[in-house]
């Protein structure tokens, strides 16, 4: 039998030190991986984050727009109106007496006139909704159901327990406005309706808008699928996601159509309306 | 009766390398049971840990009855080589890695046997057979060579979420400690492991049993957190 101390040592401190190393490199991948991938999900957040961001700014963007020519329409093509109103007025005074003919042109053009009026106001109305801001979502989907049963023939309902609940911040409020906006306009475009009932309800935590419609009704999985979703829920889609809400389509089983929007509240923090042109504040004051 | 009492004299003499023998039914026992042998990797695993146990025993009862049993473990080793790379070969993703893993199962194999008659001039005396003198240390190499790619694959690519709930993570890990302990003692196995003049290398010839009992264990760890539903999509 051989003997080798020297040797035995020598192996066995080779076997430890590899031993350490295996033990080592088990650990580091375990940390290493554990870092990397909190750090690709941080990433991750950030970008989602930046996303939301550029949507945010997309949106507030498209606001701001619509508000600009609100104003643009009101100040100027308002003012030219009341103007050639004015003028016609004094017009019609003139040519009062001239003619049977002339008459009839008259009245037409103020008549014209009148009309162009109210519509330039509608429109400016439309484009920012200044009873939003002012009296609150419901007042305001109140006014926008008014509007469309003076032209439609279809009735439209409203069920809302908006009155003793706080105001909701501009933004929450905009978009629940716009969803609402939207789904009624599917609703009336789409379904061949003869009824749709809009549902707010607001408790401590959440919002509820439902729109239900008793029309044709939709497949919401086929046409997500299908890419035939147009801008509409597309649209509502990013509006939620900057608000962290959630929609959700169902196709009840006695017809029609139903969607409901949870958004979290988000009560306002001064509720005092924004002036409708953001960049004029400054001219007025000087 | 015979028999059984020097199976008996034989595992209280040697505790430790009798260990590594029987612990091999826990992993095996876990892959059946929990059906871990749908995944290809577990399925050779399982092949392996069967393979291992009928020719450990053959073996035990070889080493019982004072015969030279080195014949069985020198063959064992390609079979043993093939079987653990080739669960690497199915964990593995980069295609090169795949081919060298193809390549280095055909070479060790002709390697090994050639290491065989190498290191036994006389192939008919079976009682003086000894070990393979090189075809060990290259297993060693080979298969810390895998594992350490697959575990720079592994961070790599981030595609696996927690390390310590991936099962082959596990048998990674066992294979990783066992190799790293039996790499400088495989060299030397060809000259202890010898009827005529051993070389004496104390309680180191028990470190890779140790090991080895050790390594079963991780295998079995990652058998029993191995769950269809929870498996890491790769
Ligand atoms: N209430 C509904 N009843 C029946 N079908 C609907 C209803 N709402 C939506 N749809 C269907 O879903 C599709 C997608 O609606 P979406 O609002 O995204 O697009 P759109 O109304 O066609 O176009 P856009 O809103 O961009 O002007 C519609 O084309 C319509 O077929
Ligand atoms: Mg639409």
């Known amino acids: 039998m051989q003997n080798s101390d020297g040797l035995t040592w020598a192996i066995l401190i080779a076997t430890l030190a590899m031993l350490m190393m295996a033990f080592f490199v088990i650990l580091f991948i375990v940390f290493y991986q554990k870092r990397q991938l909190h750090q690709e999900k941080k990433l991750h957040e950030i970008e989602k984050d930046y996303q939301r961001l550029l949507l945010d700014t997309a949106l507030n963007s498209e606001e701001t727009e619509r508000r600009r020519i609100a104003q643009d329409l009101h100040d100027d093509i308002g003012t030219m109106l009341s103007l050639t109103k004015l003028s016609l007025n004094q017009l019609s005074k003139l040519v009062a007496d001239s003619g049977i003919k002339e008459d009839q042109i008259m009245r037409k053009s103020q008549a014209l006139v009148e009309e162009t009026i109210l519509h330039v106001r509608r429109i400016t109305r439309d484009l920012v909704p200044t009873t939003l801001e002012r009296f609150g979502l419901a007042a305001a989907i109140e006014e926008f159901i008014n509007k469309l049963d003076n032209s439609k023939d279809l009735k439209i309902s409203l069920i809302s327990n908006t009155e003793d609940s706080p105001r909701q911040s501009q933004k929450t409020e905009l978009t629940i406005y716009r969803i609402m906006q939207e789904l009624v306009n599917n609703s009336i475009r789409h379904s061949q309706c003869s009824m749709i009932e809009i549902n707010l309800h607001v408790n401590s935590t959440i919002i509820e808008l439902q729109v239900t419609d008793d029309g044709i009704g939709f497949e919401p999985d086929a046409i997500k699928d299908n890419n035939l979703t147009g801008l509409g829920l597309l649209g509502i889609e990013s509006r939620l996601a900057i608000v962290d809400g959630t929609i959700n389509y169902e196709k009840p089983k006695m017809g029609g159509s139903k969607a409901l929007a949870l958004v979290p509240v988000a009560p306002a923090i001064d509720s005092k309306p924004e002036p409708l042109h953001p960049f004029r504040r400054q001219r007025v004051k000087i | ?234």
């Open chain 2, 1 to 234: 009766m015979v028999l059984i009492e020097s199976y008996i004299t034989f595992i209280h003499n040697h505790l430790i390398v009798c260990l590594a023998v029987f612990v091999t039914i826990i992993p095996l026992f876990l892959i059946l049971y929990r059906k871990a042998n749908v995944d290809p990797s577990f399925y050779l695993l399982q092949i392996y840990l069967i393979t291992k146990l009928i020719i450990d025993l053959i073996m035990f009862h070889y080493a019982t009855q004072r015969t030279n049993n080195l014949m069985y473990y020198n063959l064992s080793i390609p079979l043993r080589y093939a079987l653990l790379s080739g669960m690497f070969y199915y964990k593995i993703e980069s295609a090169v890695y795949k081919r060298g893993i193809i390549y280095s199962i055909i070479g060790f194999v002709i390697f090994s046997i050639w290491d065989i008659f190498y290191s036994n001039p006389d192939i008919k005396d079976l009682h003086n057979h000894s070990m393979v003198a090189y075809a060990t240390t290259v297993e060693c190499l080979l298969l810390l060579f895998w594992i350490l790619a697959y575990f720079y694959e592994i961070i790599r690519m981030l595609k696996i979420p927690n390390l310590l709930t991936f099962p082959f993570f596990w048998v990674c890990s066992g294979l990783l400690l066992y190799y790293s302990s039996f790499i400088f003692i495989a060299p030397i196995l060809h000259y202890t492991e010898k009827w005529e003049n051993p070389l004496y290398i104390g309680f180191l010839n028990l470190v890779p049993y140790i090991f080895e009992t050790l390594c079963l264990l991780f295998f079995s760890i990652g058998v029993w957190i191995f769950s269809i539903r929870y498996y890491a999509k790769q």
